[in-house]
């Protein structure tokens, strides 16, 4: 097994690499990267759909849609009006690579871009090992699965800046408990922002809008690293 | 990545002969065994609380819950009334594999046991890969996450031998489709027994509980491999 770790600490010092180039290219074109990550099935590709509508026409995004075998993430997002969609399909791979990142980065002009929304594979481990180049993590967690899942999954919440509880129109249908979710979610992060969302009924969408609109301008605003 | 893949390969194989071990052993004692997979949140715990409650005093059975940090799934089923629940903690590790299940079977007496239900970790790419020796492998979907699951995540649901549809009282809250949920998973695996059920309502319960009996008792009968 020695070997296997040895090995594995190579990939991830490559991946490392990458992400650190991606990081440096946005940032010297002060674009905000944010990874969206969740288990399959919390709702991610419907709170991009969603945002892509509301935002859509004010802030220049470009969406990259990580899944296993299909395009139909990146299928809805284009329907959904999104401009500049880029399906990766990993082909099996449990997470996505800054190198998957770095190939679709490499065939678009980011001149006006200010938004690069990355939606990985749906999955609570793996994504949370590699580093995309991203500003932020947003983990996404809907009130149908169980409110201790920061606690069975702390990598992931410990790594992610902001926490986004979908679903809430669906509160009362399992014994999910909003305050409990948090409280667990900041033992492992105290520093998490939270929005509570329903992409279905609309509710506490505009708070995540005008956290994301703002995390655009103050990225816009930062002085780029030389 | 030519050394890696080598590497892996050696790490399944390994992996490959432990499950074979543990299928003989268990064959032998003509014990099934059940690797329980699905997303995180789907209602892997529930189901096994519910049949916990309904068959525990009927089967004797042993249950393995895999979580990645927590022992919580292990603690629901001890309360549920499983007399003998044995946690795995992967530390960070996305799936169960042969060596872990093998070390605690290795310290249970399976005298009477009739039933293996192993927990896998709340994921639907890795776990795909790994044998656990289990005579099949049972994928739980829930009616919150998308119906295009089994195209997104084909190799879990080919692999699988039983899909259960959870969360049936949830539908209609989104545009889950569970005619198609049922077509999607058929192009890819044909030979699915397929339920539907409702933890909380108790809905379509009744249904696996005899398809389970059935699955048992067709395994003691089986004249065990020498």
Request: net charge positive; hydrophobic share 40%; glycine share 8%.
């Amino acid at each position: 097994m020695t070997e296997k770790i040895k090995v594995e600490k190579k990939v991830l010092t490559k991946n490392d690499r990458l992400a650190a180039a991606i990081r440096d290219r946005l940032g010297k074109r002060r674009i905000l990267a944010l990874n969206l990550v969740s288990s399959p099935g919390s709702g991610k590709t419907s709170l991009l759909e969603k945002t892509l509508g509301k935002m859509g026409s004010k802030l220049n995004m470009v969406l990259i849609a990580g899944d296993v075998q299909t395009e139909n993430d990146a299928a809805r997002l284009e329907k959904a009006g999104g401009k500049i969609v880029r399906p990766i399909i990993t082909g099996g791979a449990c997470h996505l690579d800054a190198n998957m990142v770095t190939r679709v980065l490499e065939q678009l002009d980011l001149g006006e871009t200010e938004l690069v929304f990355i939606e990985n594979v749906g999955n609570l481990v793996c994504p949370s090992g590699y580093d995309l180049g991203e500003d932020m993590k947003v983990v996404l967690i809907s009130t149908t699965e169980g409110d201790d899942k920061p606690l069975k999954y702390p990598a992931m919440f410990r790594r992610s800046s902001v926490m986004i509880i979908n679903k809430i129109d669906l509160l009362g249908y399992s014994n999910f408990d909003v305050d409990r979710v948090k409280e667990n979610a900041r033992k492992i992060n105290p520093d998490l922002e939270i929005f509570e969302t329903s992409c279905r009924t609309g509710d506490g969408l505009d708070e995540w809008y005008a956290w994301l609109t703002g995390a655009v301008r103050r990225k816009r605003e930062k002085t780029p690293a030389v």
